[in-house]
T-cell receptor, first 112, second 114 residues
């Protein structure tokens, strides 16, 4: 999935620890999204951004914070991780010219 | 509120058989509709999309979908399934009037038997 890079790909945390997931793009798109994917739940939108310096809440924002200080990067933070945040996290770009989402490969997070 | 329903959690078909995956949506206006496919351990890839115009849309890998406004449906079809089509399929609706948010169904897992 050239153009969208998520780091780290895997991470194991203990309850209460903090961490940041980075989504980096080299495609100059305005819209960026963070989703979580859980079995039987599909993808649920956590937060999104419509441009540099702007962020907005999605369906399930509680327990997460985001920042978009640079257009290329969209960070997802967990200040105090909980087991309920064990999930696979996907970053996506919104392609304005085609109206579709372009996904990264995902980051698997386990909170013990 | 916008929502997407995929009533079939899991479907098994024989290779070469036809396939139809169901998707129903709830949205107050004409939606943007999408089908994505996810192979194990991978991100999602767009199969096809509907914005307006012809209600039968063609996608990659031989898939097609038909938008039926009266039924609020956007079912995915393929006339002859290949073993490589085994994957998870997600229907999604996009809403530009809510900041370009996209809402996904819970997915349908497809198993293809030889």
């Amino acid at each position: 999935n050239a153009g969208v890079t998520q780091t780290p790909k895997f991470r194991v945390l203990k309850t209460g620890q903090s961490m940041t997931l980075l989504c980096a793009q080299d495609m100059n798109h305005e819209y960026m999204y963070w989703y979580r994917q859980d079995p039987g739940m599909g993808l649920r939108l956590i937060h999104y951004s419509v441009g540099e310096g702007t962020t907005a809440k999605g369906e399930v924002p509680d327990g997460y914070n985001v920042s978009r200080l640079k257009k290329q990067n969209f960070l997802l933070g967990l200040e105090s991780a909980a087991p309920s945040q064990t999930s696979v996290y996907f970053c996506a770009l919104g392609l304005a010219n085609t109206g579709e989402l372009f996904f990264g490969e995902g980051s698997r997070l386990t909170v013990l | 509120a916008q929502s997407v329903t995929q009533p079939d959690i899991h479907i098994t078909v024989s290779e070469g058989a036809s396939l139809e995956l169901r998707c129903n949506y709830s949205y107050g206006a004409t939606p943007y509709l999408f089908w994505y496919v996810q192979s194990p351990g991978q991100g999602l890839q767009l199969l096809l999309k509907y914005f307006s115009g012809d209600t039968l849309v063609q996608g990659i890998k031989g898939f097609e979908a038909e938008f039926k406004r009266s039924q609020s449906s956007f079912n995915l079809r393929k006339p002859s399934v290949h073993w490589s089509d085994a994957a998870e399929y997600f229907c999604a609706v996009g809403a530009t009037n809510t900041g370009n948010q996209f809402y996904f169904g819970t997915g349908t897992s497809l198993t293809v038997i030889p």
